[in-house]
């Protein structure tokens, strides 16, 4: 404890930092940021801009990138965004619109590589917003993506036009939104995990993504599910099996 107290003394050391050192986690105005997450857990922590105001979205991105070196926002609209970039303008931002997501990073973060591929695919170009966010997720776990858009159930022959990036993948991430037939199918077709996302796209009864999450968890093939539109929790739990895929093969070298 000594030495962080003397490197903040001596300024080699942020206060945030040595809170985070110290309690694993970093207290603002807005709230606390769990830096400690990705070295705990192997997950890098998300910052929930939804129900937050941008000038809270921004103090929390602000302690993650000092403290952990990158903040993942998501679920951000233009006003986050905005706010994020005015309050790091030194720092790299990559922003998704489409599926709300902010990444910022210092100039001297380096992101792990895996020697692992995950493929999502979406039934609809409606549920890309979901499948975006746990692109996001899995990109910043190291983990290279494959996407493969609009394969719904309607015409089977675009799933079978996909099949063979489907199983080359380690782990399967299936987005689908109405009665979520999708990933009942893929996973009739592939020997790998794969993850069902479903998604609030549809209308009527069931159309709030109960009928399509209800589909998933009824299914007849193996598969795991998430909550409805939860694109975080289906990265990053692709991205644990995935990580352990890639030090398998560390192991195998």
Do not use: W
Not at 27 to 42: I, K, L, M, Y
Not at 69 to 84: P, Q
Not at 234 to 245: E, N, Y
């Amino acid at each position: 404890m000594r030495d962080i107290l003397e490197a903040v003394a001596d300024g080699s050391l942020s206060p945030a930092e040595a809170e985070v050192r110290l309690s694993g986690y970093a207290t603002t105005d807005a709230g606390r940021f769990d830096a400690a997450r990705e070295t705990r857990r192997g997950v890098p922590e998300a910052i929930l801009a939804e129900g937050k105001t941008p000038d809270e979205t921004a103090t929390l991105a602000v302690a993650a990138v000092e403290t952990s070196g990158r903040a993942l926002v998501t679920r951000a609209d233009t006003a986050h965004a905005e706010a994020v970039a005015d309050a790091l303008p030194d720092a790299d931002i990559d922003r998704d619109a489409r599926a709300k997501t902010i990444v910022a990073a210092a100039p001297d973060f380096e992101r792990p590589d895996l020697d692992a591929t995950v493929a999502i695919a979406t039934g609809g170009t409606s549920d890309a917003e979901a499948a975006g966010e746990a692109a996001a997720v899995l990109r910043e776990m190291g983990v290279s993506v494959e996407r493969i858009e609009d394969v719904g159930v309607a015409h089977l022959g675009r799933v079978l036009d996909n099949l063979d990036t489907l199983r080359e993948a380690d782990v399967v991430v299936v987005a689908a939104g109405r009665e979520g037939a999708l990933p009942t199918v893929v996973a009739g077709l592939v020997d790998t995990p794969v993850i069902g996302l479903p998604v609030s796209t549809g209308y009527g009864h069931g159309g709030d993504g109960e009928a399509a999450v209800l589909g998933m968890l009824q299914s007849c093939t193996v598969l795991s599910a998430v909550n409805v539109d939860a694109g975080y929790i289906a990265g990053a739990q692709a991205g644990l099996i995935a990580r352990a895929v890639a030090d398998a093969r560390d192991d195998d070298a």
